[in-house]
């Protein structure tokens, strides 16, 4: 098709050059065939913005869309970090809890069987006493 065009409009201009045409700010009047040629190069141009135009658009939708994808990808990998550090973070405390909760423990254990001790002492020195006070 678009040879087909080109060989009209070659055409055209080949009749115009034999015809001696001259354009509007000469005060001669336009012929049809150069009005068609026109037509014909204007509608040839349009249609050749209108690609250019489309394959611009779809530039700049596949940039954009490129741009935003690395910014959400830069706030994940930002958020990954914290997330990581705060669970670095937060471990490190469960493992100081948890000693501080086995020395704890065994606080509670040492002082159960100080209490049982002391309690056993106290039965033992009651039983005494009540031995010594009975004839």
């Not at 336009?30 to 611009?56: C, G, M, P, W, Y």
């Not at 471990?91 to 100080?114: C, G, M, P, W, Y």
């Amino acid at each position: 098709m678009h040879r087909v065009l080109r060989k009209r409009i070659d055409h055209a201009r080949a009749r115009q050059a034999a015809q001696g045409h001259q354009d509007r700010q000469s005060g001669r009047k336009v012929s049809a065939a150069s009005k068609q040629t026109d037509l014909l190069l204007a509608r040839q141009e349009i249609k050749r913005f209108q690609s250019e135009n489309d394959h611009l658009r779809q530039q700049a939708r596949l940039h954009l869309g490129q741009q935003v994808e690395q910014l959400g990808n830069h706030d994940l990998v930002d958020r990954i970090n914290e997330l990581t550090e705060e669970n670095l973070w937060l471990s490190a405390v469960e493992r100081q809890t948890a000693t501080k909760n086995a020395e704890l423990q065994q606080q509670v254990t040492a002082l159960e069987n100080d209490l049982a001790a002391a309690r056993t002492s106290l039965r033992m020195i009651r039983n005494e006493n009540r031995l010594q006070s009975s004839p």
